[in-house]
Each structure stands twice: as C-alpha cells, then as structure tokens.
C-alpha cells in the first residue's frame, strides 16, 4: 500500500478514507452495492457517514476520502436546525444532508441514528488551536454531531 497513511493532531473525529462521489465536507454518504460511498437520497438510508474536513485521526489510502467514523464532526442539516435539541438523534436525509429523528423511529430503526447533534455553531469558521488563526474550517451551516 504506497499511499497509506495515519496523521494524529488535536481535531475532533477518527475518520477511515473510503471511496466516494462526493469529496465536500459535511455530506452524508451512503454505500452503494460496488462499495462507493454517494450523497444519500432520502432519510433513513443504511449504513451512513459524513465526509470529514475535521478528523484528528485518519487511516486509509491518501486519495480517497475521509469520512467520520467516530467522533465530533460538521455535518449539512436537512431543515433549519434551530429547534433541534441537542442530544438528539439524526439520520441520513435527500442532497447528502442529515434529519432530526423522530422517538419512534429511533425505536424502530435504531441502526439507521448516524449520531447525535452535539453543538449548533454560531460561528463561521471553527479553529482547532485558538492560538493558531491561520488554520481553521468554515463551519458553512453545518452543526456539530457526535458519530456513535
């Protein structure tokens, strides 16, 4: 394997590279039956990720693309998700986006809860380091979700 690596630094999520359609951060990506992670197309799809711009930690091949595995990371809500609790479950929704679960369908589908929402950023850019103004990620209206 040429092109693998592991990088360690004080970012959020644990994220594994995988091949997608997509590279833009904050997508939710589904597989597909050729192992290729694509946008989601509706709510509740399977075996979920969010494509990463904030891992700490990342295995896999350099060219692909890192999705969250585990951890803290900024995902693209569905619907203004202003009266979303936080604590809440979410799930895949249609455009790559994500969705605030209902109480049944967590009881019903438990496997398809891709995490839980862990903060909505009222900023526009999220620095890692506080001291370090020259490395940050544009928050872009994603919402902090904590992958289970």
Same mark, same amino acid.
């Given at each position: 394997?040429?092109s693998?690596y &592991?990088?360690?630094?004080?970012?959020? !999520?644990?994220?594994?590279?995988?091949?997608?359609?997509?590279?833009?951060?904050? &997508?939710?990506?589904?597989?597909?039956?050729?192992?290729?992670?694509?946008? @989601? &197309?509706?709510?509740?799809?399977?075996?979920? +990720?969010?494509?990463?711009?904030?891992?700490?930690?990342?295995?896999?091949?350099?060219?692909? @693309?890192?999705?969250?595995?585990?951890?803290?990371?900024?995902?693209?809500?569905?619907?203004?998700?202003?009266?979303?609790?936080?604590?809440?479950?979410?799930? %895949?929704?249609?455009?790559? @986006?994500?969705?605030?679960? &209902?109480?049944?369908? *967590?009881? $019903?589908?438990?496997?398809? *809860?891709?995490?839980?929402? %862990?903060?909505?950023?009222?900023?526009?850019?999220?620095?890692? !380091?506080?001291? !370090? $103004?020259? *490395? +940050?990620?544009e928050?872009?209206?994603? *919402?902090?979700? +904590?992958?289970?």
């Amino acid at each position: 394997m040429e092109s693998s690596y &592991t990088i360690g630094n004080g970012w959020n !999520d644990y994220s594994e590279t995988r091949k997608t359609s997509t590279t833009i951060p904050g &997508t939710c990506v589904s597989i597909d039956i050729k192992g290729i992670l694509n946008s @989601t &197309t509706e709510r509740m799809m399977p075996e979920c +990720y969010i494509i990463s711009d904030t891992w700490g930690q990342c295995i896999g091949e350099a060219d692909d @693309t890192p999705v969250a595995v585990m951890g803290r990371v900024l995902a693209t809500p569905y619907s203004d998700p202003t009266n979303w609790p936080i604590g809440a479950a979410v799930c %895949s929704a249609p455009n790559g @986006t994500i969705d605030l679960m &209902t109480r049944e369908e *967590i009881m $019903k589908y438990p496997d398809r *809860i891709i995490g839980t929402i %862990s903060e909505k950023p009222k900023y526009d850019k999220w620095y890692p !380091d506080e001291d !370090d $103004k020259d *490395i +940050y990620v544009e928050v872009k209206g994603r *919402i902090w979700i +904590y992958i289970l």
